[in-house]
Nanobody
């Protein structure tokens, strides 16, 4: 069982940066591949990024490569998403997910956080 709590969202101007954090509870955190997903108003949830349990492999949605960076610190049970050069279309609720699967780690696992709101103003 893993519980996830996201933080770091907020209001930022276009071109700005935010770093989202996800704190996981549970002794088995380091065994889970972790991911970030987002859902904009009236849109379906979409994959953002994922990281393997060791941190050795990272994956990004094609449209976000070069702007977003995922990382993790297994000693602290933390996963991060550094978001740079933010655009209004990045506005969404961002969710942390534990247990992502699939060849490119795009399939969400069973554990979700409550989400953190990111609003990018133009």
């Amino acid at each position: 069982q893993v519980q996830l709590v996201e933080s770091g969202g907020g209001l930022v101007q276009a071109g700005g940066s935010l770093r989202l954090s996800c704190l996981a509870s549970g002794r088995t955190f380091s065994s889970y591949a972790m991911g970030w997903f987002r859902q904009a108003p009236e849109k379906e949830r979409e994959f953002v990024s994922a990281i393997s349990w060791t941190g050795g492999r990272t994956y990004y949605a094609d449209s976000l490569k070069g702007r977003f960076t995922i990382s993790r610190d297994n000693a602290k049970n933390m996963v991060y998403l550094q978001m740079n050069s933010l655009k209004p279309e990045d506005t969404a609720v961002y969710y942390c997910n534990a247990g992502v699967t699939g060849r490119l780690l795009r399939n969400p696992g069973d554990y979700w956080g409550q989400g953190t709101q990111v609003i990018v103003s133009s």
